[in-house]
Structure formats: C-alpha cells, structure tokens
C-alpha cells in the first residue's frame, strides 16, 4: 500500500506500492448517449483483485470501437447487464480493453508474472471453472466468456486496471508505451479470424478481402496476411486512406463510395432491384480481379460492417471459400442469396476476439517488429471520450488512437 492517497494522471507510483484511489474515465447510466459527455474523470477506489488476478498501472490505454457502444448504452447496457447477472454491482463503467502498463500486484496464485513486469493486455477473460474452460475446450466457447473492459468492469480508462494474470503479455521492448498499447485487441480479434477457423486459414498466395482496410482491425488484418503470405485486397470509403493500405502491404485498395448497391439485398423475386444489385456486386467483383490482374475471387473475406456488406461479401467469395465475420457496424440484418452460399459451398463463419493462445501468437509477430502498431495519434487522458466520439462519426485517422494515462509523456518506452 502507498503513503499516497492518490496520485496525479502522469505520475508514476514507486513500482509496487498501490494508492487507496485512482482517476478514472468513468461511464453512468445517467450519461448514456454521444460519447464526447458520456465519459466523465472521477476519483474512485482501487479495485481488490482475487488470486488468480494482477493489478497493472496502466502507462497507456488503446481506444476501440466497443466503448462506443458502452457509452451510448446500446446495443447493451453494460452496467444493467453486470448487476442483473450478479456479476459486478457497481453502478459504473470503466471501459478500456488495451493497455500497456507495469504489474504493481499479483494474487498470491499468479505464477506467469511478477510485480515490475512491464506487459500488453488482451482483453479475454473467463472463469477457470467454467465447464468448457475445464474441458480444455476453446475457452472462448464458455459461457463464462467476457471482453475486459468492455463486458467487465475495470478497463485500461484508469490508473490501475484488474486483470486475469493470463491477460498479460511481454510489452515488445521496441515500442512505446502508447505504441505498446495500440495493436492487441484488434489484432488477435484479426488473428482469430484469419487463423482460427482451418481449413481457412490464410495460405501462401490466398486472396482475402477486407473491408474496412485502414480502421483497426483493417489495419492488422493487412498485416497477418502479408506475413502468411496472402494477398490482401483492401476496401475503404475515402481516396485519401488508400495510401495507408498500400503502405502496409495491400496489393490493392478499392473505394467502396464508387459503388451504389449497399445494404440489405433487395427481395429475389423483385426482379429489376434484385438485378440492380446483382449488377453492383459483379462490378464489385470486377474489380477485385483489376486489382489482382486476373480473374480470382477472394478465399476469405474479412468481414466487421455487417449490414450494409454481407450481401457482396458472400457473393464475391471464391467457391469453397469463408466470410469470416466479427461485427456489424451497420447493422445486424445479414441477408443473402443463399443460393451462391450452398451450390459454390461457401462458409459464412462468426468469429469473436481470441483465446489464449491466439493472442500469444499475434504478440509474438508484433515483439518480432512483424506487425507495425499502427499508432495514428497519442491523446491525453481528458482526451478519451473525444477519441470515442471520433470514432463514433467514422472521422477516425487511419490506424490507431491511444490516450496516454500513467505515462507522463509519449516517447517513452521504460519508466
Ligand atoms: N467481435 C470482436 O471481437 C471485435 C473485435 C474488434 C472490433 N470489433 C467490432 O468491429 C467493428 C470495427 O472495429 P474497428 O476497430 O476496425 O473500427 P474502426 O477503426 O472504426 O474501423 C471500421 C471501418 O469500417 C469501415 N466502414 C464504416 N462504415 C462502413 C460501411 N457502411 N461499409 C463498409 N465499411 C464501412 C470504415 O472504413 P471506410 O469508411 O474507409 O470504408 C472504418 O474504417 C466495430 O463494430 C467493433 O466493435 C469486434
């Protein structure tokens, strides 16, 4: 315990030593909506952890796209859902499911770290006694599942975060901390998708399509293909981000902007609206072969907008292939023509963050200086529920926003 009650945002503790109370990014029920005043700085109690748990002081803290949902309170009210399974009673939320920082505490049954490891967080948790978690099954698969910092309480959004001890990682040693911070949920989330579900995993000369290419996941997704050895086709709604894509190894990038058939597919037996989008997805599909310089069709698409894209993804799809798909952005309504799914036997596969052993893998490839973090802008603390309103407005730079929090300034990668 600390002589200080509590310390200032940008001072460090002396390593180990914990305070009574933290500042916090804290979300009320009563602030629910844009994000920009949904996140209010307040002054909070330091959470206990159990013994399978670390206490991490967070240097600094990725911002995603899951605590834009937890601002506007939709499509679940995280709180509500917490207290209603009894799961945690308070009546806030500290979002934040990235961060860099040191170990300050670990429960007497931690074995993986030590107080003064400096570690990156994945954000999957679950309960070791779950059945499928004891069954040695994939743990993602347990009821018990739950995103930190997103479905638990606790997040990066705060001086110190409560963790499961197998959430920490080694930070790469090359980054910063807001670099540190930036790659790991989207990327593991990437790594499942790509790698995850064999037989389609990404194959030396595989063509996988991604939509999205410069946003986070986007940005990763390019990467592990490269690094497997595929050809990632890139798509994105602005000129201007295309430059990114090719920087970091896309062989191509499409503007989806120069395409008008988005959306719910129209109903088969309409004829001329259902032929209209058949028309947008075949010129869609053309030019996905211009990019390539040959006729091929995708044999995975990467998928996360959902509404407004599944309908092409599934058409565009090689025969035999996979859309892979861990979000809808635009809506949850997935349509298709079921016909291209059955007789071209193609695989339209859920996927959802990643277990242990995934995100050990994506670290691995980003501690080698495989994967380049992506870090688009450092912002400050106070700068948190701005960097999620930007991103609610689709106005995010390409790559990654991290806010600083115990780091007293970007640059540093050591305390
Ligand atoms: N299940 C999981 O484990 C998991 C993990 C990570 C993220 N997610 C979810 O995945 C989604 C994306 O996350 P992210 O971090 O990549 O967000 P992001 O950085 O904001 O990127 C999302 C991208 O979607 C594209 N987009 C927006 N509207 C679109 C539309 N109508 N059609 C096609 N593309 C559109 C945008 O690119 P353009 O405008 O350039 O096309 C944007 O760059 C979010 O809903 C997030 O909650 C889920």
């Not at 967070?58 to 937890?70: C, E, L, S, T």
């Amino acid at each position: 315990m600390s002589s200080k009650e509590i310390y200032e945002i940008g001072e460090i503790p002396p390593v180990g030593q914990v305070p009574k109370y933290m500042y916090g990014q804290l979300i009320r029920a009563e602030r629910f909506g844009e994000p920009k005043t949904a996140f209010k700085v307040e002054k909070v109690e330091v959470p206990d952890i159990k013994p399978d748990e670390a206490l991490v002081f967070v240097m600094a803290a990725g911002i995603n796209f899951n605590n834009v949902w937890a601002a506007l309170g939709s499509p679940v009210n995280v709180i509500a859902a917490r207290q209603k399974a009894n799961f945690d009673p308070s009546d806030f939320h500290i979002g934040g499911s990235d961060a860099s920082g040191v170990v300050y505490a670990v429960g007497s049954n931690v074995k993986n770290i030590k107080v003064g490891d400096h570690v990156v967080i994945h954000c999957g948790t679950w309960d070791a006694n779950g059945p499928a978690v004891k069954a040695g099954e994939d743990p993602m698969f347990d009821a018990s599942f739950k995103i930190w910092g997103y479905e638990t309480n606790w997040g990066s959004f705060a001086q110190f975060t409560k963790v499961q001890a197998h959430q920490c990682m080694p930070k790469a040693k090359h980054l910063t901390w807001e670099e540190a911070a930036a790659p790991t949920l989207v990327g593991a989330t990437a790594y499942r998708m790509l790698m995850g579900w064999p037989p389609h995993t990404v194959k030396n000369n595989d063509v996988v399509l991604i939509w999205g290419a410069s946003g986070g996941l986007g940005c990763m997704a390019i990467q592990i293909v490269k690094a497997q050895g595929g050809i990632p086709v890139g798509v994105v709604g602005d000129d201007r981000k295309k430059d990114f894509c090719m920087k970091l190894g896309a062989k191509g990038v499409i503007n989806r902007k120069q395409f008008s058939h988005w959306g719910m597919m129209p109903h088969w037996k309409d004829n001329d609206p259902y032929n209209k989008w058949a028309a947008g997805c075949r010129a869609f599909g053309k030019a996905i072969w211009e990019v390539l310089g040959e006729r091929r069709n995708p044999r995975i698409v990467f998928e996360h907008p959902g509404e407004d894209t599944v309908p092409t993804s599934i058409f565009v799809c090689d025969s035999g292939g996979m859309v892979v798909i861990c979000a809808g952005t635009t809506g949850y309504n997935a349509v298709a023509d079921l016909r291209y799914l059955w007789m071209r036997q193609k695989r339209f596969q859920g996927s959802h963050f990643a277990n242990d052993e995934q995100s050990y893998a994506f670290n691995k490839l980003v501690v080698d200086g495989r994967i380049d973090p992506c870090l688009a802008e450092t912002f400050t603390f106070d700068q948190i529920g701005h960097c999620h309103q930007v991103m609610h407005e689709n106005k995010a730079p390409e790559g990654k926003m991290v806010a600083l929090v115990g780091a007293p300034k970007a640059g540093m990668k050591d305390i």
